[in-house]
């Protein structure tokens, strides 16, 4: 399974203040599309862009919203104890959040905003490749989910280098997806907003071509269309100020060999800035 969500945020209560009603509805959407993803998984592969460019994060690691206003301490695991990182990337920051209180444990997959399709639609089908070989049970799968693993973790530690030339990059052991064995269900968590140019007072300001953007990303995420989402311009999306843009690609990647059938829980354009919450389950 699949669910797409946004990343303002105003989706954590505490920060809502003076804008509770205003993201009411799309914090109801949030909630019900992470609730029927920890209904059909255990463990979440979230993918978000940040800044810092290609990277995994460990299910250990605990961020905190307060650059955003509020110190609300969020983790990537029921057990997550590592040092609480003020600067955790915003995506990580809204899975933690949507993880609290559900048996899930979370590992974090980031891009740069501005990576290519092609890289995305790479990742996507390598985390897709991960998960059907971590959902098949029996011996015959390991070698599959061994090689899938080896890959994550040397495109991660790769990924590392480049993103932070000047520091060790991150150990194995928080790079790894969990050990083999019986392998939980796993399901993809994939986190960006649309366009933030829909009004004069959007971070962005107002650009008119932000509508038809963020309507057909609706009904590419109605229909459970991958190749429209693979077919989103990364000039256009970046004039936007479309912070979804890139994990929606590695979505599409994830998603291109199989039959999906997708639900819009909710789109909508408050503050100027485009939200879409929806959830695919495969069919085929």
């Known amino acids: 399974?699949?669910?797409v969500v946004p990343e303002p945020p105003l989706l954590v209560p505490e920060l809502a203040t003076g804008?509770?009603?205003?993201?009411?509805?799309?914090?109801?959407a949030c909630r019900e599309a992470a609730r029927?993803?920890?209904?059909?998984?255990?463990?979440?592969?979230?993918?978000?862009?940040?800044?810092?460019g290609r990277r995994t994060v460990g299910s250990g690691a605990r961020g905190s919203f307060v650059g955003?206003?509020?110190?609300?301490v969020v983790g990537l695991g029921p057990d997550a104890a590592d040092p609480v990182d003020a600067a955790m990337p915003?995506?990580?920051?809204?899975?933690?959040?949507?993880?609290?209180?559900?048996?899930?444990?979370?590992?974090g997959e980031l891009v740069a905003p501005d990576a290519e399709?092609?890289?995305?639609?790479?990742?996507?089908?390598?985390i897709a490749r991960e998960t059907a070989a971590r959902s098949a049970a029996g011996p015959a799968a390991r070698p599959a989910l061994r090689a899938a693993?080896?890959?994550?973790?040397?495109?991660?530690?790769?990924?590392?280098r480049r993103a932070q030339p000047d520091r060790e990059a991150p150990g194995r052991s928080d790079a790894q997806p969990a050990a083999l064995g019986a392998p939980p269900a796993t399901a993809l968590l994939v986190i960006g907003d649309g366009a933030a140019t829909h009004t004069e007072k959007a971070p962005g300001y107002l650009d008119e071509r932000a509508g038809p953007f963020d309507d057909a990303v609706a009904a590419a995420l109605a229909a459970a269309d991958p190749a429209a989402l693979a077919a989103l311009d990364p000039v256009l999306a970046a004039e936007l100020w479309v912070a979804g843009r890139a994990p929606w690609q590695v979505l599409a990647g994830a998603t291109r060999d199989g039959t999906w059938?997708?639900?819009?829980?909710?789109s909508s354009r408050p503050f100027g800035v485009g939200y879409h919450v929806a959830v695919w389950q495969r069919c085929g």
């Open 149 to 160: 693993q080896a890959t994550a973790r040397t495109n991660a530690e790769r990924g590392a």
């Open 90 to 107: 915003l995506p990580l920051l809204v899975a933690g959040w949507l993880r609290e209180g559900l048996p899930v444990t979370v590992r």
């Open 19 to 28: 804008a509770t009603a205003e993201t009411a509805a799309l914090r109801a």
């Open 1 to 3: 399974m699949v669910a």
């Open 117 to 126: 399709p092609g890289a995305c639609l790479a990742l996507g089908a390598q």
């Open 261 to 266: 059938t997708g639900d819009l829980l909710h």
């Open 36 to 52: 029927r993803l920890a209904a059909s998984a255990s463990t979440w592969i979230a993918v978000g862009a940040d800044g810092g």
């Open 68 to 72: 955003f206003g509020v110190d609300v």
